[in-house]
């Protein structure tokens, strides 16, 4: 087996180094087999790499966040407000909770359609998923089989971003009741900025 930390093209940057080099210039995710392309290696040796290079940045200020097949090398959340201040940012406006609401439901249940999300709200979605889809937090990733081939929805990179999330695996755990799959997200586990919504 191959060591992610050393590669046959270029002795004096480890493969590790070369792909942190990549992730710091691209521009949005990249998958391992463009890196593995770039890099003139395999996917297997991509992969054990970027988990050295994962392990590697929890020391540091940087985090690789993973969404679907795709890695992108990010900030630390921790160091979200250090940047926002050197960088003279305003604070990421709120999300109302409605916003909150519809999130929840399609960070939980991926690939998710409107009809589905009115029928667990109770409500129609129709302007929320519009908000959402223009700030990037959302997006089409095709239609459904269902009557009338409804739109699916699935969250995006730059919600995992905007909540501080390395990948999905990392959202809070929902509430076991299963009486009802959105009771159990409590506005507070969804909004990591520390940015609480009023009533």
Request: glycine share 6%; charged share 30%.
């Amino acid at each position: 087996m191959s060591d992610p930390e050393s590669s046959d093209v270029d002795p004096g940057l480890s493969l590790v180094a070369r792909i942190e080099a990549l992730l710091y210039v691209s521009d949005s995710p990249v998958s391992a087999g463009e890196l593995a392309n770039a890099l003139q290696v395999s996917s297997r040796q991509i992969k054990q790499a970027i988990e050295v290079l994962d392990k590697d940045c929890q020391r540091r200020g940087l985090r690789i966040q993973r969404h679907k097949n795709d890695v992108q090398l990010t900030t630390a959340p921790e160091a979200a407000t250090d940047v926002e201040r050197f960088l003279n940012l305003e604070r990421t406006a709120r999300l109302t909770r409605a916003a909150l609401e519809v999130l929840a439901i399609i960070a939980y249940q991926q690939h998710v359609t409107r009809p589905q999300i009115d029928s667990i709200r109770g409500v129609n979605s129709d302007s929320v998923l519009r908000t959402l889809l223009r700030h990037g937090l959302i997006e089409d990733v095709g239609r459904s089989n269902g009557p009338g081939r409804p739109i699916l929805y699935t969250t995006t990179s730059e919600f995992l971003q905007h909540f501080g999330l390395g990948d999905l695996r990392e959202l809070p755990q929902l509430n076991p009741d299963p009486a009802s799959d959105v009771e159990g997200v409590k506005e507070e586990d969804l909004d990591m900025t520390g940015e609480r919504e009023g009533d």
